[in-house]
């Protein structure tokens, strides 16, 4: 059975990149294919469990490709798939708003 989708467009959106997690995973993953620790690792404060747990909903989503090496110890890489990419502009458009919400608040002493 399919999942109900939002009507909205915008609650679609969320949906599917709508926690802090997320974002930090496709900002990382807009860079290139990244395995598992150094996902982790760029991520600071996410645990291996939360991880992992966004990493299997981006994939289900289909904004992410999980490929595993037969090799010992394994190997787990992540790349965002086309949809995955299509996300970049709004990312760079929350850079763009952060920094200048930044400025401002420095400039007014905030």
Same mark, same amino acid.
């Given at each position: 059975m399919a999942k109900e989708l939002p009507a909205c467009p915008v609650e679609m959106t969320l949906q599917l990149m709508g926690n802090r997690w997320k974002v930090l995973i496709i900002r990382d993953l807009l860079e290139g294919t990244k395995r598992f620790g150094e996902l982790k690792k760029s991520i600071g404060s996410i645990t291996q469990k939360v991880l992992t747990q966004n990493l299997r909903e981006m $994939?289900? @989503? +289909?904004?992410?490709?999980? #490929?595993? &090496?037969? $090799?010992v110890p394994p190997r787990v890489? &992540?790349? =965002?798939? $086309?949809? +995955? &990419?299509? =996300?970049?502009?709004?990312?760079?458009?929350?850079?763009?708003? +952060?920094?200048? &919400? #930044?400025? #401002? =608040?420095? @400039?007014?002493?905030?």
């Open positions: $994939e289900e @989503s +289909g904004l992410v490709i999980r #490929k595993v &090496y037969a $090799e890489d &992540y790349t =965002l798939t $086309e949809t +995955g &990419y299509s =996300l970049r502009p709004i990312l760079n458009s929350m850079v763009e708003w +952060g920094t200048s &919400y #930044k400025v #401002k =608040l420095n @400039s007014d002493g905030l």
